[in-house]
Each structure stands twice: as C-alpha cells, then as structure tokens.
C-alpha cells in the first residue's frame, strides 16, 4: 500500500484560488527579502508559478506555504528562480529570426552606415538564460560578418534574475534548447560536452548580461533595436504600458521593436510606431 506522504503531488491538489493573506505574505516577503514585487504581474500567472513551489516543497496550503518561506533563503530564492524563469530555445520561433535576419538587419545597418553610424545597439530585454540574444549573435556573425567590420555592435541581455544571468553566461545548453536550430549552425558554433552543447567563445563574448529591472526605466539603454518577445504577457495592461512607454523613449528614430506573438501595442504608444510585419510582431518607431 501506497504510503500517504509519498502519494505524487498533482495540479488539481492545489487550487489557484489562494487566500488574500497567504498571497499578500508572500508578496510581502518578496519585496522585503528580494525587492521583487509581484504586484505588477498578473495575479494568475504568480499564483500557478508559487503552486509549483507549494507542491514542490509539499506545504499542505499557501498559507503553510508562506510560513515556511519566512525566514528560508534557499526556498525564497527557488521561489524567485520560478517566478522569473520562463523556458526559451534558440531561434525560438524559427521565423521571427529569418524576418529579421532577412527583412530587418539589412535596412537597419544601411541606414546606420548611411548616417555615419560607427555602432549599433541591440538589446534583448528579459532574455532569460540567454538563448535569444545569442540567437541574434548567431545571426550577426553568419549572416553579417562583413558589415561588422565597419560597424561595431553592442548586443546587450538583461533579465531580473541574477542567478538565470549566470547561467546564460556560462553558454552550455541541454539539446531540447537547440530543437529549433538547424544542424548546420549547430555543427558550427556548438561544442557538445557532458551532455550539453556548448557554444563557442566567440558568440558567448558578442552579448554582455546585465541584470535589468523593466520597471526601472533609468536601466534602460539607448538601442537601434530591441527584443521584449513573451515577457509583457505575464504584466497587467497597464504596467505594459509602462512598459512599452520606456522602450519606445529607448529605441532610436527608425528603431525596431520585436514584441511576441501574443503580444501587441496597446494605449497610446501605437502612434508611435509604423507595424513592419504584423504576424511577427515587429514595429519601427516613427522618425517624426
């Protein structure tokens, strides 16, 4: 017989209808403890994302839950992993990287060698363990190796957590992170090792990683271009807002702003910007 304790913790044990006090504690833990505020994401997106901790750790409740976070940083820190953690791939949604491999860089980087420019600044914002920008770095490097002698590029990656910055660093990757990456490309920038697959020095050092907070707009950095793919998703309509109110002041005249698929303008901001591809989610700020 099955002994009780050792019974598998499923979904349907934990309902996401937390109490206000067992969700407020943890809230105010959060912020307390790691000056993150959940408070701006969308209420059911944190409440699945802390069920999984509340299984993981086999608290009988939230509210148990919330008491034992008190207190226990290695949990608030797993926590936190959890919350801010979102799985990507490179070259995840193969297409959106041809469109702007194919359709985007190339007037982009004739304009700037046009006006004089001397260097060009990517940023892919919320990048995660750092699959998206080197994607981008990939693309760089095999698709624009001789613009880049001409043409510097800054590509910058910033995410709210630390500890996934290490981990997109460090560049080693499990094979379902490459599904989507053609084998050629694989062969030619990747080294497996130990059950990874290791991408080559020379990409790794084309991204610099910096932790960035999207709520903080005296982190944002001046770009020709900028990556926010599935991040505004997880935020209330008006901290997208916010959001995109900061990436527009961010972006150059002619910019390019790359959201998700399941993402768009909202508010006001869409007159700031002419769509390039509206499948792919792609817009180029107004020049006036």
């Not at 600044?121 to 760089?140: F, Q």
């Not at 660093?169 to 694989?186: D, F, H, K, N, S």
Request: hydrophobic share 40%; charged share 30%; aromatic share 8%.
């Amino acid at each position: 017989m099955e002994h009780p304790t050792l019974k598998p913790y499923l979904a349907e044990d934990f309902p996401f209808d937390f109490s206000e006090g067992a969700f407020e504690r943890i809230r105010q833990l959060l912020r307390e403890c790691r000056n993150f505020d959940i408070g701006s994401y969308k209420d059911k997106y944190m409440k699945r994302r802390i069920s999984i901790r509340v299984r993981a750790t086999r608290a009988p409740s939230a509210e148990a839950y919330s008491e034992l976070l008190a207190g226990n940083e290695r949990e608030i820190d797993a926590l936190l992993k959890g919350l801010t953690i979102h799985v990507s791939q490179f070259f995840r949604n193969r297409s959106t990287f041809d469109k702007i491999r194919d359709e985007v860089l190339p007037p982009l980087v004739a304009r700037l060698q046009c006006e004089g420019r001397e260097e060009m600044t990517l940023w892919s914002a919320g990048c995660s363990s750092g699959e998206e920008p080197y994607s981008l770095a990939i693309i760089l490097r095999d698709a624009f190796a001789e613009e880049l002698k001409s043409l510097k590029v800054s590509l910058l990656a910033t995410d709210i957590n630390e500890g996934i910055l290490d981990v997109a660093r460090e560049g080693a990757y499990m094979p379902e992170r490459l599904q989507e990456t053609i084998p050629e490309v694989v062969a030619r920038h990747f080294r497996p090792h130990g059950g990874k697959f290791h991408l080559a020095p020379d990409i790794r050092t084309m991204v610099e990683f910096r932790r960035g907070d999207l709520f903080d707009h005296a982190s944002y950095c001046e770009s020709d271009l900028i990556l926010c793919r599935n991040v505004l998703i997880y935020f209330e309509r008006k901290e997208q807002e916010r959001i995109l109110k900061g990436l527009a002041a961010s972006l150059t005249a002619g910019g390019i702003l790359v959201l998700g698929r399941a993402e768009t303008l909202v508010g006001e901001i869409r007159r700031r910007f002419t769509t390039v591809c509206p499948v792919e989610r792609i817009y180029m700020k107004n020049r006036t």
